[in-house]
């Protein structure tokens, strides 16, 4: 079982930075990709930014690039989401995910473990 626990949420200006991290237990030897999720009030769970461990691939939502960056520490088993130039519209609770497969996927119902995730609040 993979245990996955996030941080590095809270209450930032529009314009700021964040940046989460994501903790793995160690039984992370069968997860090849690590995303990032997030989920707005009322609004379903997208797709925000992925990277795989094997080739170090990285995938963004349209609306996240060029202001986001993923990035993952193998040794700590730890991911990361950089956060720079924050809009309201980024307000959300930020799920970090894993997934067995191969390649990475936009699709939630695709990845097979899950955190509890952070609260970010952009204020205008």
């Known amino acids: 079982q993979v245990q996955l626990v996030e941080s590095g949420g809270g209450l930032v200006q529009a314009g700021g930075s964040l940046r989460l991290s994501c903790a793995a237990s160690e039984r992370t030897f069968s997860v090849n990709i690590m995303a990032w999720f997030r989920q707005a009030p009322g609004k379903e769970r997208e797709f925000v930014a992925a990277?795989?461990?094997?080739?170090?691939?990285?995938f963004y939502a349209e609306s996240v690039k060029g202001r986001f960056a993923i990035s993952r520490d193998v040794a700590k088993n730890t991911v990361y989401l950089q956060m720079n130039n924050l809009k309201r519209e980024d307000t959300a609770t930020y799920h970090c995910?894993?997934?067995?497969?191969?390649?990475?996927?936009?699709?939630?119902?695709?990845?097979?473990?899950w955190g509890q995730g952070t609260q970010v609040t952009v204020s205008s």
């Open positions: 995910a894993a997934r067995n497969g191969p390649t990475a996927t936009r699709t939630p119902f695709t990845y097979d473990y």
């Open positions: 990277i795989s461990k094997s080739d170090g691939g990285t």
